[in-house]
């Protein structure tokens, strides 16, 4: 269990599912349906929702590429919070809100795989939070042309190496979205 003391509960992070962010990853419609069915059986068990926007590049608070697809909608009583750097918890105050609901597993889901949601994964594992990738719910672009794997296998090998991740005193898994079991 998470070596954090004193937080029993879970909460999911959807990061970075912005228009201009997943414009055109690799199987965007499946990832975005798999993402609102994680939120919606979240929010039917009262567990946390907290979304995560980047505000690099074109995405300014309150223009449309920052903005979350519109197939997903933020309810008003969720948190969202502003982040500048691939580690939702870097210059954030996203430690201190899971402080506060006495969250100590978090699932991770949302994109790019190889970016932001494996630097979330680690920043929220190294800080002793139980973490979960939703293997389903998270996507990238194509950058093979720079030399990277396709997205498919980028997708595969984080899911891989994400569930034989170990430390002491936390758990790392990667579990698929219709499998998830919410401990609350």
């Known amino acids: 269990m998470t070596s954090l003391a004193n937080r029993p509960n879970s909460a999911v992070l959807v990061v970075d599912v912005q228009n201009s962010v997943v414009a055109d990853v690799y199987e965007r419609d499946a990832v975005v349906a798999a993402i609102g069915r994680l939120v919606g ?18 995405r300014l608070p309150g223009t ?17 919070l502003d982040k500048r750097y691939g580690d939702s918890f870097e210059d954030t105050d996203l ?18 795989s190889d970016a932001c949601i494996r630097s979330t994964l680690h920043g929220a594992f190294v800080r002793g939070y139980d973490t979960v990738l939703v293997s389903d719910a998270h996507t990238t672009e194509d950058l093979s042309a720079w030399g990277a794997p396709s997205p498919d296998a980028v997708i ?10 170990i430390a002491p005193g936390r758990t790392a898994s990667a579990i698929a979205t219709d499998d998830i079991e919410f401990a609350n």
């Open 41 to 58: 059986r979240a929010r039917s068990l009262r567990i946390p929702v907290l979304w995560i926007q980047d505000i690099g590049e074109d």
């Open 64 to 80: 449309e590429p920052w903005q979350i697809v519109p197939e997903l909608v933020p309810a008003d009583d969720e948190v969202r």
């Open 95 to 112: 430690e201190a809100v899971l402080a506060r609901l006495g969250i100590g597993r978090v699932f991770v889901a949302g994109a790019q």
């Open 156 to 165: 595969r090998h984080t899911n891989l190496y994400w569930q034989h991740t």
